[in-house]
């Protein structure tokens, strides 16, 4: 089912026109409908050709935190300000200028105590001898995505450790499943932490924990080994697991070049080695 | 021949140059050329390559460095390469770059440090 609504020019009563697989049924909703449609939905507001507010339903004035009669006859731009009003950019002036919906994800809007982040929605409006006078602009609520997405990222931060073993003995540990993304991060991190340090540096990387890996994910190691090399450190790969390597072998993957030791104590032993450590037992 | 302006240093048996500008293409030839008339005259056993300032690569710079690196080894003048940067250690790779094409070391100092160690320079 396809909807269109055009508004009439005072806004006061709009009409609704609710097309059915293809035969246009013209129907009048009443206002009392339309309106109750209006305020069940995300804040909406309607900005006239001057970018003042002369519509505005519940959810709006609950998100800016003012009432109606505050937020009717102000421009937006003093409503919810941000870095795009004045300017091209400006979602409303963009989408009747394209005559299009146009999108722009702010990081603020102003509510009355608070900042949110929120996506706004644009959309052109005709009148009635089909002029762009009018748009109706729609905020998301980005607060609880963004929260996700902050929360997502100490997760991803957190999983990847670089674990100071020795001097210049560096160790990730590295346990559950490596795909593509945390291979990315892994590399991320340790050319960061080669590129800060002064000296020669050896990473273990210990994969006795990972259960799976898959081609992406393996070549990006591998990429990351022959970029620590270019780099002037050196990376070692211990506790590769039998599964792990028979699919790494199954998979044609070239781990010539690359040192490989069986548990995480043979890769200190031949970092110690590689660096002039000797450990000895007293007595 | 046109000049890179690219200083080429000289300390000891080594030849030490770390460009500061992009090295475009013309300007990787002729740098290129340069760094081996240097090591013909000056008899150095070793050239250290710092490239902590360069962090766009292309592929024909590339090249032009491993050439750098081929040839100087063919002379008799071990090269290292030292401050490969995060992202251009990435490119590389991508690139199909392997490194064992070309010793490499962190910075300048374990560059030098290394050359004496294993060339006795």
């Known amino acids: 089912m396809k909807k269109s609504a055009k508004v009439d020019q005072d806004f006061a009563r709009p009409h609704a026109f ?11 909703l009443t206002t009392t409908q339309l309106s109750s449609i209006v305020d069940s939905v995300q804040p909406v507001a309607l900005y006239n050709d001057d970018l003042k507010i002369v519509y505005c339903n519940p959810a709006y004035c609950q998100l800016v935190g003012l009432s109606p009669t505050e937020i009717m006859g102000k421009h937006c731009y003093e409503v919810i300000p941000g870095v795009s009003c004045h300017t091209e950019n400006c979602t409303s002036i963009r989408a009747k ?6 999108f ?3 990081k603020h809007i102003l509510s009355t105590d608070r900042y949110i982040p929120a996506k706004i929605t644009a959309i052109p409006i005709k009148d009635s001898e089909g002029n762009m006078t009018a748009t109706l602009e729609a905020i998301t609520d980005l607060t609880e995505q963004e929260a996700i997405l902050e929360r997502d990222e100490a997760i991803r931060k957190m999983s990847t450790p670089l674990v100071d073993t020795w001097e210049n003995i560096v160790l990730i540990p590295l346990i559950g499943i490596l795909d593509t993304t945390r291979a990315r991060q892994i590399t991320e991190s340790i050319l960061e932490r080669i590129a800060k340090e002064k000296s020669q540096i050896i990473v273990i990387l210990s994969i006795g924990g990972i259960a799976t890996i898959d081609t992406k994910a393996a070549n990006h190691i591998l990429k990351t080994v022959h970029a620590v090399k270019l780099m002037g450190s050196e990376m070692i790969i ?7 390597a028979a699919t790494l072998v199954t998979l044609g993957i070239d781990l010539t070049g690359i040192v490989t030791r069986s548990h995480l104590r043979e890769g200190l032993e031949y970092a110690f080695d590689k660096l002039g450590w000797k450990v000895t037992k007293n007595s | 021949m046109e000049t890179s302006t690219i200083p080429i240093l000289k300390s000891g048996d080594c030849l030490i140059s770390s460009p500061q500008v992009a090295l475009h293409d013309k300007l990787a030839v002729q740098f290129k050329n340069e760094v081996l008339q240097q090591a013909i005259e000056t008899r150095a056993k070793g050239f250290v390559l710092d490239v902590s300032a360069i962090d ?12 750098i690196a ?7 003048t071990q090269t ?3 401050g490969i940067r995060p992202e251009v250690a ?3 790779v991508e690139m199909g770059y392997s490194p064992e094409r070309m010793q490499t070391a962190p910075n300048l100092e374990i560059g030098l440090k290394t050359l004496q160690k294993t060339w006795r320079i």
């Open chain 1, 18 to 28: 609710v097309s059915v697989g293809g035969s246009i049924m013209a129907k009048k």
């Open chain 1, 97 to 102: 200028k394209e005559g299009k919906i146009s």
């Open chain 1, 104 to 106: 722009e994800t702010r």
């Open chain 1, 238 to 244: 211990t506790g590769v697991r039998p599964d792990v």
């Open chain 2, 56 to 67: 766009v690569v292309d592929s024909f710079l590339v090249r032009q460095i491993g050439e």
């Open chain 2, 70 to 76: 081929a040839s100087l080894n063919i002379m008799g």
């Open chain 2, 80 to 82: 290292i390469v030292v």
């Open chain 2, 90 to 92: 990435m490119t590389l």
